[in-house]
Antibody, heavy 115, light 107 residues
């Protein structure tokens, strides 16, 4: 049974850096790509980016200048960094495994940006 | 970016009804499409992958079809637990993009 468990700070001030980590339990870590997705309150889903076990990344161009995704294969974890956050970055952030679309998701972390 | 146009944006239906939700891609995406169900406060749950393959453990009331630019999700006989928001996702080209969602409500 694959489980994704995520954590990170839930309240930030504008201009600070958002940092979230997702740990993968069960199943294989290598051989898959791992993504971050976000959802502003009451709105739809936006793909942020992904990383594979080899560290190759792909980012959404809308966020590319502020985003970094990294992986720690020794811990079966991957992380999201989003710099210079603003109120528009307030959202529930999800981690997910990519296997012909996203099959397993983390529980979500609400990140609120205050001004 | 590939735009995913999902319709309708909201739908009112009764238990026992058959409903269909459509996603149109702005360019061909083969069958690189998934369908998701999301309930309030929960992570999305995958129902269909590769446009028409039923996710393990998901009831066969759900079915998907389509290829290229036009896709449908059908719920054959609505049950109370099916009232939720549904999203399509294309994973053919970066950036991956979701439809805007269909909120299915009880009539």
């Amino acid at each position: 049974q694959v489980q994704l468990q995520q954590w990170g700070a839930g309240l930030l001030k504008a201009s600070e850096t958002l940092s979230l980590t997702c740990a993968v339990y069960g199943g294989s870590f290598s051989g898959y790509s791992w993504s971050w997705i976000r959802q502003p309150p009451g709105k739809g889903l936006e793909w942020i980016g992904e990383i594979n076990h080899g560290g190759i990344t792909n980012y959404n161009p809308s966020l590319k200048s502020r985003v970094s995704i990294s992986v720690d294969t020794s811990k079966n974890q991957f992380s999201l960094i989003l710099r210079s956050v603003a109120a528009a970055d307030t959202a529930v952030y999800y981690c997910a495994r990519a296997f012909s679309s996203f099959d397993y998701w983390g529980q979500g972390t609400l990140v609120t940006i205050s001004s | 970016d590939i735009q995913m146009t999902q319709s309708p944006s909201s739908l009112s239906a009764s238990v026992g009804d058959r409903v269909t939700i459509t996603c149109r891609a702005s360019q061909g995406i083969r069958n690189d499409l998934g369908w998701y169900q999301q309930k309030p406060g929960k992570a999305p749950k995958r129902l269909i992958y590769a446009a028409s393959s039923l996710q393990s453990g998901v009831t066969s009331r759900f079915s998907g079809s389509g290829s290229g630019t036009e896709f449908t999700l059908t719920i054959s006989t609505l049950q109370p637990e099916d009232f939720a928001t549904y999203y399509c996702l294309q994973h053919n080209s970066y950036p991956y993009t979701f439809g805007q969602g269909t909120k299915l409500e009880i009539k």
